[in-house]
């Protein structure tokens, strides 16, 4: 299979491979996908408590090159944002920015997922989504 | 910045990319081609031609071939028919003797780690009111003698197992099932496409009945094989299943590839006069790149019997790397994967699987396939870029970083997607 340049670009140098403490509270981390379907993706994020942007963004991939990529891509788009900008990070998008062929569009949806998933740990230790939800009843 | 791009360097008198891919095919050895080319131009004839010398010469090439082919397996010329190749033979065998001993009974005894050619061809009787036994493997890709033995009835009238796997170069016990069938009255048909050249095999001693073979596994020409068909105690008779001029004694009819039947010879008059050094010198490079590799990287191992296998095949499992990830970090070199998103159906290799082995571990597996042309550079180098690259990708695995905290992950609750 050919890969397109972006992605072996994102296999040869992958940004923002690491781990953060999982411990701790500003820190969100995101487990997506199975060994026996051959893609795990482990995606962290670090959000200022004061600003809710995300200031760090660490990943590890065990997965075929595309699935490699599409974290690396991940992480390098999600830092910086606020944590609801990230959110609108669509799979479409990574599978746009990579041009992933048809049979590796799962990695680009599982990199959404890890997304979605470090940023729900995250939320779950700051009791973020029940503050929203109540903002939103007080007005 | 964290890198995987390899920084390897590339040792004198080796050049890239390294062909090290010989189960998927071999490069044409210069011997055969020089044997060939005569065929491709002046002595073009039809080999079937009986009125003329054009005729006459290409028929004369054909049966010097037969002749190379049978001494080789240890076959008479006359029991070797001529096909495009091992697909095609298998295909030929099984369908052909299935016909032809309807009556006898309708019962096939086959294996898991198949190729398709056989699998498919045995899913397809099925369809047609066969019964199929497929056998399993034991761990180390070996079937159990005793399992073959319950499994034959007094319906069974074909066993078909092949004499070296093409994943994990498995050798089966060819010689005891081929006593085992000839005990019971069962003809043993063997795919031994990657054993032929490679292992000594002898249809007399190895009790074997019907062979596939193939031009290509042994530096031949691709699009010709072979079908050994054995004449005597027993004679096998096997149903054509092309139709036409009634050539190769009427069970495969179509004019004769006459350049690929030549070159298919040369292969096998060389495989028969090299063989036993060649086999030392691949078992040679194949025991050296597996111990660099072992000394160098934690969590390896290799994926069946090591003391039943082809001398050229090492298929090693490097664990919590994806294969396919791997195959892109040593894109120099030709190898190939059991990891599903190598394949089209997205599915790991079953012959891995039917091992025991799981998902996880059948996406991490490598196959190395050394051949003739290989040396010990290239060796040396293939193994110190997967050192890198596997090293370079654990540092990106998550389930790497897990498993060196002490982390159980079959206690971890995957989301399968």
Known sequence: ?139 | MSTVASQVEVPAGVSLPIYMDNHATSPLDPRVLEAMMPYFTTKFGNAASRNHSFGWEAEQAVEKAREQIAKLIGATAKEIIFTSGATESNNLAIKGIAEMYRERGNHIITQVTEHKAVLDTCKRLEKYGYRVTYLPVKADGLIDLEDLKRAMDDKTILVSIMAANNEIGVLQPIREIGKLCHEKGVIFHTDAVQAVGKVPVNVIADNIDVLSLSGHKIYGPKGVGALYVRRRNPRVQIAAQIDGGGHERGMRSGTLNVPGIVGLGKACEIAYEEMDNEAAYLRGLRDRLKNKLESELDYVHVNGSMEHRLPGNLNMSFVYVEGESLLMGINDVAVSSGSACTSATLEPSYVLKALGLGDDVAHSSIRFGLGRFNTQAEVDYVAAKVIDIVKKLRELSPLYEMVKEGIDLTKIQWAAH
């Open chain 1, 1 to 139: 299979m050919a890969y397109s340049d972006r992605v072996i670009d994102h296999y040869n140098n992958p940004r923002n491979v690491g781990t953060l403490d999982k411990s701790s509270t500003e820190v969100g981390t995101g487990l997506v996908g199975a060994p026996e379907c051959g893609d795990v993706m482990r995606l962290q994020i670090r959000v200022n408590p004061e600003t809710q942007v995300i200031e760090e963004a660490k990943f590890k991939t065990f997965g075929c090159g595309s699935a490699i990529a599409s974290s690396s891509l991940a992480t390098e788009w999600i830092k910086g944002r606020k944590v609801e900008d990230a959110l609108a990070i669509k799979n479409t998008d990574i599978v746009k920015e990579l041009s992933l062929p048809p049979v590796k569009i799962h990695c680009s949806v599982l990199a959404e997922d890890a997304i979605r998933a470090a940023i729900g740990d995250w939320k779950k230790k700051n009791g973020v989504a029940e503050a929203v939800e109540s903002t939103a009843a007080a007005q």
